[in-house]
Structure formats: structure tokens, C-alpha cells
């Protein structure tokens, strides 16, 4: 048995495939014959070619014309004159072999692609790296996975996955392995979105995991189980089975109110990392989107996306949730979000560091664009904005004014949009937690992070592994600080939701709801489990438990009060 941490619950099953971070090798040295090496490298292109057509289909198929549109890019740019004319002729007149011809000629594109103004053709050098590297692999024959085309229930076993694979997943892959990341990394978030079990930091998991093996992944409790026996295998898929009944079951609930039984009515919202998620906000019943966490349309390339991409997106976002409100929280990078085109400067603790509104505030160019598209998108439907990792007042009255600005500029170009769009500021770091009652005078929703409250309060890095035992949300200090927040901003009269990890865990929500919290947000997949506590719950009975567990000591009795 293998062992990483639960980043995305359920039981999965399926073989192994594990994706080996294969490397092409350039091969040096001169071309002795040029006309093999032309006809080689005329060989890999065109198989490269009908790969790319080959994922263009079925992505165009499965995911819609949207994710599709990258491949149509990479046969333009596979097919350029430029480029193959490049390579030939590096071929033929330098005697470059055809690793070498292909490995320059699209080093040399890159740098071209990098260095011009227009932000469009800067992000094409992505399109570049990519088309060559598949090139590079057809020459030495490193097979490329489709991960769109599997034919039987698999469990992806890797290194790390980027964002954009687990964007092209084949609803074959029923699970993930991966050996880094914690809870809160992109792609345990992603796993959560995307409601696929999973296990991440497993350390050694691709040497160890042979592709065809058969792997359980129990999401739950963060363990791998490779070939068990056929009497395991069996408990496995029954828990399964148990689990989809569990799911089927929660179905009910669709429609229904999410209010209990003495009538006090919760919201409970969705937190999504793209548009592709809205699929499951709608599936699942969400009462609006309270955490729509940005900084992922800004990864996977190289530079920032444009006001206008960004306007698109939003917009798209917000018609498509129609009256319901859509919470957008402004870029949200450093930490462990890194975006190299940013240069950011290294850090020796970046979650300490240079993050998120920090940023923000001081590179208006990054901000701006993305705070007027969100105020361009604001006049199709309910969009709120939110601010991340405010740690006082002044922060709050800063990105007013850049935002106030952005306002002001519209206005003189005569583009609309809504004057009474909320502000709201995430409550992530203990000072401005403690200070929730001044800063409620600022804005008019705060919502709890508590993903990133637990890491500060406890002095417990998110993602180090050795010290995870140490990152309790059932913590005293966590649970009283989170209390006082929500009274802050009851008395204050503004809205007052947690969106961080605490919110969909189960076992917690009658003491949040007890603490008096009306707006939860959480992964679209657990939103029907929380509605089924709520139903159950009664919110006076609810007020009393939540001050008894108040007055205990520890996170663990606490966790066992309330089991
Ligand atoms: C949090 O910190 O709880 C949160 C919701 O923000 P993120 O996980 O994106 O840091
Ligand atoms: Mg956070």
C-alpha cells in the first residue's frame, strides 16, 4: 500500500498509466546523410500532424469547440512554411541532424514569439514548444498518451499534471495519482472540481506504479493499493458501488431548498476554477458560485490573459449562473501558484511573501485589465468581486481606489457597467480576522479562507507534509477566531461565507451554522452532502452545540464531540 495525502475523495479503480516525464534527446554531431534525415524528420511531422487532428476530434467531441481551438493552432503552426523550410534547410545546409534542425528551429520561433508586442502572438511560443516537442518525440519515438482517447477505466499515475491535461481528461480516468502537491495544490483542487478521486504527494509513485498495474485509490483516506487480491479488489468495488448508491441517493435533493428543520436558510455555493466547471455547479444544484478562484486562467502560458479574454470569460460565467450571484475573486498568484512571465523574484517563503493582492497593488498593469473586465462583465448578471489576502484596512482602501480608477476610465470611454457592484475581501490572515469589525465597514461581504486561516493561525505550511498533522481546522483558536469573524459581520449587516476547505466538511457544518454563517462555498461535488446536514440540522440546537464545543481544549476532542 502506497500512502499520499486525500486530495479528492471517493474510490477509484482501473489499470495504471503512468506517464513517464520521457525526455527526447538532441542528438549532436553532423548529418552524413541529408536526405534520410529530411525524410525522418518528414516522417515525425506528419505523424505529428495526425496526432494533433486526432485530439482536435475527439476534444472537439467530448469538450466542446472551446478546448478544442489550442489544436487547431498547433496544426497551423506544425504546418507553417517558416517553420518546416527552417528545419529542411537546416538539414540540408548546416548538416543538422533532425533532433538538432527541429530542437533549434523552434528555439529560435520561441524567442521570436516572446519578444513581440502583441500579447496574442506572445502566448503563440506555448503553441511553438509544444509542436516541437511532439515532433521531437515522433523522431525518437517516444510515444505521446492521448489522454482524451483511453479505452478502459485507468488511473493516471504521475510525477505532476498540468492544468491543461486535466482539462483534456478522457472520462476514462477514474482516478489520480500524483507524487507532489498537498490538499490544496492545483491539482487536488482541480480532482475536487472535477469530482475525480485522488491521492497527491505520493513520494515515488511513478517508480513504483508499473502502467497496467491494478490500483484502488481510496481518495478518503489518502491510500493506494496496488494489485490487491481479487477478495480485496471485491471489498473495493463494493465500497464503490456503496458510494455511487450514496451519490444516487443525495440526487434527491436537487431543487430543494437548503434550509433546516426550524427554517433558517443557508446558501451554499460553488467554488470553480474555470468556465469548463460550471457544468457541475449546474449539476449539482449550487446556489451561485462563491469562490471563482481566477488565477487559474492566468497558468499555462506565457503571459497574462487579456482584458478582452478575461471580459469573455467572465461574462460567459456570469450570464450562464443568470440571477444567481457569482463571486470572482481578483489573481490570487505566489505561494505555490507560480506564473514564471510574472518574475516574481524568489522567495524563501513565498506563502509569507510577495501574493495574491500584495501583487496586485504593486503591478497595476496585471491588476487593472482584470478588474475592468470584471466591472465590464458586471453588467450581465450578479457579479461580485473579491479580493484576496487582505491583511488591513489599507490594503481594502488601495485596491478600492485602483478599482475606482478602472471606474473612472470606463466611464470616460463610455463602456457600462453596474454602480452597485459589491467588494468583498477574503478573511485568510489572522490580522484582518481580528480586525473583521473594522474592515466590515469597507466591504460589503467578507468570506472566510480558511485553507489558508489554518496554515497562518497554526503556523502549519498547507502543503508540508511532515507537519500535516498539525493543520487542524477542529483547532480551538481556528474555530473561535472564525466565530468572531461571522459575529463581525453579522453585527456589521454584511454577508459573512466561507469558502475555503472547512465549508464542505461534514462533520463541521452544524457548528459553522451554529456560529451563525449563511453562505457556504465548496468543491460543486460535495454541495447536495452539505445540503442533506442542513436539512437535518436545527439551527437552535445548532447555536447551543456550537458554544459547547467552544469551551474544550483541543481539536481533537472537539473532532470527537462531533462525531
Ligand atoms: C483559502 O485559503 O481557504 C481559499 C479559499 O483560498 P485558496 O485555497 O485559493 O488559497
Ligand atoms: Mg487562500
Known amino acids: 500500500m502506497l500512502v499520499g495525502k486525500n486530495a479528492s475523495g471517493g474510490i477509484a479503480l482501473g489499470r495504471a498509466l503512468v506517464l513517464s516525464p520521457q525526455e527526447p534527446t538532441i542528438e549532436e554531431g553532423r548529418a552524413l546523410d541529408v536526405d534520410r534525415e529530411v525524410r525522418r524528420y518528414r516522417t515525425a511531422l506528419e505523424k505529428s500532424k495526425a496526432e ?40 540540408r545546409g548546416e548538416h543538422l541532424l533532425a533532433t538538432k534542425a527541429v530542437k533549434t528551429a523552434g528555439d529560435q520561433f520561441v524567442s521570436l514569439f516572446q519578444a513581440m508586442d502583441d500579447e496574442y502572438l506572445r502566448e503563440r511560443a506555448l503553441d511553438v514548444q509544444d509542436v516541437t516537442q511532439r515532433v521531437l518525440r515522433n523522431l525518437q519515438g517516444i510515444e505521446s498518451v492521448d489522454l482524451t482517447a483511453l479505452t478502459e477505466e485507468t488511473v493516471l499515475v504521475a510525477h505532476d499534471i498540468t492544468p491543461s491535461q486535466m482539462a483534456t481528461l478522457s472520462p476514462k480516468v477514474t482516478g489520480i495519482v500524483t507524487e507532489i502537491g ?5 491539482t487536488a483542487i482541480m480532482a475536487r472540481t472535477l469530482d475525480l ?40 468495488e463494493k465500497q464503490r458501488e456503496d458510494l455511487a448508491l450514496q451519490k444516487k441517493s443525495l440526487r434527491a435533493l436537487v431543487g430543494l431548498p437548503s434550509v433546516t428543520r426550524d ?38 502560458r506565457t503571459a497574462a490573459p487579456s482584458e478582452e479574454e ?37 522567495e524563501e517563503n ?63 470611454e463610455g463602456k457600462p457597467f453596474r454602480a452597485d457592484l459589491r467588494i468583498g475581501i477574503m478573511i485568510e490572515i489572522p490580522s484582518a480576522a481580528l480586525l473583521a469589525d473594522v474592515l466590515a465597514a469597507h466591504v460589503d461581504f467578507f468570506s472566510i479562507g480558511t485553507t489558508d486561516l489554518i496554515q497562518y493561525v497554526c ?60 453562505h457556504f462555498s465548496m468543491a460543486p461535488a460535495s454541495i447536495l452532502k452539505i445540503r442533506k446536514k442542513i436539512r437535518e440540522a436545527s439551527f437552535s440546537e445548532a447555536k447551543v452545540a456550537a458554544e459547547r464545543v467552544l469551551a474544550l481544549g483541543t481539536g481533537r476532542e472537539i473532532e470527537k464531540s462531533l462525531s
Open 52 to 91: 494533433i487532428s486526432r485530439l482536435h476530434g475527439s476534444v472537439l467531441e467530448k469538450l466542446g469547440a472551446d478546448k478544442a481551438q489550442i489544436f487547431e493552432a498547433h496544426l497551423l503552426m506544425i504546418e507553417d512554411p517558416e517553420l518546416t523550410d527552417a528545419i529542411e534547410n537546416s538539414i
Open 182 to 186: 498537498g490538499k490544496t495544490s492545483h
Open 197 to 236: 478521486p485522488a491521492v497527491v504527494g505520493v513520494k515515488n509513485a511513478a517508480g513504483t506504479i508499473r502502467t497496467g498495474d491494478v490500483v484502488v485509490v481510496d481518495g478518503d483516506h489518502g491510500k493506494i493499493f496496488l494489485n490487491p487480491s481479487d477478495a480485496d479488489l471485491r471489498a473495493h
Open 263 to 300: 427554517h433558517r436558510t443557508v446558501h451554499l455555493e460553488a467554488n470553480i476554477a474555470s468556465p469548463l466547471d460550471l457544468q457541475s455547479v449546474l449539476h449539482n444544484d449550487a446556489d451561485g458560485i462563491g469562490l471563482f478562484r481566477t488565477e487559474f486562467i492566468y497558468m499555462d
Open 310 to 346: 478575461q471580459f469573455q470569460i467572465y461574462r460567459s460565467v456570469v450570464e450562464k449562473l443568470g440571477s444567481k450571484p457569482t463571486v470572482i475573486r481578483t489573481l490570487d498568484v505566489g505561494g505555490d501558484k507560480h506564473l514564471p512571465y510574472l518574475n516574481i523574484p524568489h
Open 350 to 412: 513565498p506563502f509569507l511573501g510577495l501574493r495574491a493582492i500584495r501583487y496586485c497593488l504593486k503591478h497595476p498593469e496585471v491588476f487593472k485589465p482584470q478588474l475592468r473586465a470584471l466591472l465590464r462583465a458586471s453588467v450581465f448578471g450578479d457579479l461580485w468581486v473579491m479580493f484576496p489576502m487582505i491583511s488591513g484596512v489599507d490594503e481594502v482602501l488601495a485596491a478600492k481606489a485602483v478599482l475606482e480608477e478602472c471606474r473612472r476610465e470606463l466611464t470616460a
Open 459 to 518: 503556523a502549519v505550511d498547507r502543503m508540508n507534509e511532515a507537519i500535516h498533522d498539525l493543520y487542524d481546522p477542529f483547532h480551538p483558536a481556528v474555530l473561535r477566531l472564525i466565530r468572531n469573524v461571522i459575529a463581525a459581520g453579522e453585527r456589521a449587516g454584511i454577508t459573512v461565507a466561507m469558502c475555503g476547505e472547512m465549508a464542505s466538511n461534514s462533520k463541521l457544518t452544524g457548528v459553522l451554522l451554529g456560529f451563525g454563517l449563511t
